[in-house]
């Protein structure tokens, strides 16, 4: 980690801390929720060393990046995000037409956009976890999870500001970040109004698997313990905002060369019709580049620590192709 170059960059308001190591073409990571640049940490340093800049910000609200105002979720919709993002590319990579681009949960679904938005700036693409989710005239994401899971759908129950971040405080942010991270339910996440989301059976000690250890878990902490988990829950509250403004790439195609890495265990993949989507067409209709699809067997949301090995390998494989 100590190799890993870090720096503050002025983006879109914002002053942007970024991650990076090598030389070479640009390899964007973007992470998820709850994560940081930290999350990439086996990407970064395998792909310099294979002759790659990797490049790795704290997104808009996480981590050391700071001026994003919390206080209003608007201010993180897509759209703002990939704002961030272009602006952010045009000063890193003034020279390079296109870079290449690695999503992760909201990370993935951010370079869906990217990609979708601003195809000119991508050169090809590998996405974690997160499918390609299509523009829907019957509303936005959380309310279509809402329609499947019903009230108590965590993308539902993170809509009103400062209520899951209260019922979160006395779990506090270690185990918020050992439970996240090491799940590996397939089923939807619950937060049932007025109880906590822990299973009353798990037993009152987490054991980390072997991909992940306390120092890591150590360095998520410190960071959340600053800023809290209001700045990725903002991604959720801004999903009708999202989808308000977005209409006008309803039926948009993306129009970038693709690789789509799931675990079997993830719960997005689990989503009733979401393996028919991905495997019977219909993500090929809307990703019409889309070269590969791969799901990882015994593998839960994480992919990216979980699997690292293989992640970083799928990663080089695919875009030493162009």
């Known amino acids: 980690m100590e190799e890993i170059k870090h720096t503050m960059i002025s983006v879109n308001g914002l ?11 640009i390899v964007l990571f973007l992470h998820g929720f709850p994560e940081l640049w930290y999350s990439w940490r086996h990407q970064i340093n395998y792909m310099a060393a294979h002759g790659y800049r990797a490049v790795a910000p704290d997104l808009r609200g996480y981590g050391d990046t700071t001026g994003a105002p ?4 608007s201010k993180f919709s897509t759209l703002h995000v990939v704002g961030d993002l272009v602006v952010l590319l045009d000063g890193i990579a003034a020279e390079e037409e296109k870079v290449f681009v690695v999503g992760h949960d909201w990370g993935a679904f951010i370079a869906w956009h990217l990609c979708l938005f601003r195809p000119d700036k991508v050169k090809a693409l590998v996405n974690l976890s997160l499918e ?3 523009w829907n005239p019957k509303g ?5 999870m809402r329609g499947i899971y019903g009230d108590n759908h965590y993308m539902h129950r993170f809509q009103v500001p400062g209520e899951i971040e209260a019922s979160l405080e006395p779990i506090g942010i270690r185990n918020l970040m050992k439970i996240f991270l090491t799940s590996r339910n397939p089923g939807p996440l619950y937060f049932p109004k007025g109880q906590s989301f822990i299973n009353p059976d798990a037993p ?15 360095y998520y902490v ?19 905002s999202t989808w308000e403004h977005t209409a006008v790439w309803h039926k948009g195609k993306v ?3 693709t690789k789509f890495v799931v675990g079997d265990l993830d719960l997005t993949y689990n989503v009733p019709g979401i393996k028919e989507y991905i495997h019977d ?15 990882l067997e015994d593998t839960a949301h994480f992919i990216n620590q979980e699997r690292a090995d293989e992640i970083n390998t799928h990663i080089l494989d695919f875009f030493q192709k162009f």
């Open 140 to 144: 936005d994401y959380a309310e279509q």
């Open 132 to 134: 390609f989710i299509p």
């Open 70 to 73: 919390t206080e209003d979720a």
């Open 15 to 25: 002053n942007m801390h970024v991650a990076e190591k090598g030389e070479g073409p």
């Open 222 to 240: 410190s960071k959340f313990e600053k800023t809290g988990f209001t700045g990725g829950i903002n991604y959720y509250r801004a999903l009708h």
């Open 281 to 295: 067409g219909g993500m090929q209709k809307d990703v019409p580049l889309l070269r590969e699809v791969v799901v």
């Open 255 to 257: 129009m970038v060369p």
């Open 204 to 218: 009152p000690t987490i054991v980390l698997p072997s991909w992940i250890t306390e120092e890591d878990i150590d």
